[in-house]
């Protein structure tokens, strides 16, 4: 069975930062781009980031560039979202998603994905 597993959420104070993991299991993240997206409550899902099959191609958001990097460890079969600097407006779900493709380079920050993670809260307050 596909699954994604995000972890490293949590409450941090405004400025500081987190790393998020997408861990999968039943497939291998090597044929797939992977995608970040957060809901606040009340807000519709948002596209933060996104790396290409092979890790050449990233994308972010016009509000967390600078602040936000996108890696992944196909080795250990999982992304990683480091955020810093964050934000109080950054507090929401955060999503992990992957979408099987021949594209090597390229990704997209829209909602286009398969699979989804159950998600992971991610609260930035004093």
């Known amino acids: 069975q596909l699954q994604l597993a995000e972890s490293g959420g949590g409450l941090v104070q405004p400025g500081g930062s987190l790393r998020l993991s997408c861990a999968a299991s039943?497939?291998?993240?090597?044929?797939?781009?992977i995608g970040w997206f957060r809901q606040a409550p009340g807000k519709e899902r948002e596209g933060v980031s996104c790396?290409?099959?092979?890790?050449?191609?990233?994308n972010y958001a016009h509000s967390v560039k600078g602040r936000f990097t996108i890696s992944r460890d196909n080795a250990k079969n999982t992304v990683y979202l480091q955020m810093n600097s964050l934000k109080p407006e950054d507090t929401a779900i955060y999503y992990c998603?992957?979408?099987?493709?021949?594209?090597?380079?390229?990704?997209?920050?829209?909602?286009?994905?398969?699979?989804w993670g159950q998600g992971t809260q991610v609260t930035v307050s004093s």
């Open positions: 998603a992957a979408i099987d493709t021949t594209v090597q380079a390229v990704c997209t920050t829209a909602p286009l994905y398969d699979y």
């Open positions: 039943g497939f291998t993240l090597d044929y797939y781009a």
């Open positions: 790396i290409s099959r092979s890790g050449a191609g990233t």
